[in-house]
């Protein structure tokens, strides 16, 4: 059976933990920033995780991580 070819645009964007979740930026960080508060550019840096119900059509986009 062939490999399977990872996305290159998931594989950018989405990385593994340890545990099996899948870590992603937050959108709207990056540009027209003035007018968004502190605190809500604050909350934008931190990291997020793909929620459950999406792992298991992500972990197909990215099978070797």
Not at 36 to 42: G, N
């Amino acid at each position: 059976m062939p490999k399977q070819k990872t996305h290159r645009g998931a594989a950018k964007r989405l990385s593994l933990t340890k545990n099996g979740r899948i870590k992603r930026f937050k959108p709207f960080k990056r540009h027209i920033l003035n007018k968004k508060t502190r605190k809500t550019k604050r909350n934008l840096r931190r990291t997020a995780y793909v929620s459950e119900c999406y792992t298991s059509t992500m972990k197909k986009l990215i099978p070797y991580k």
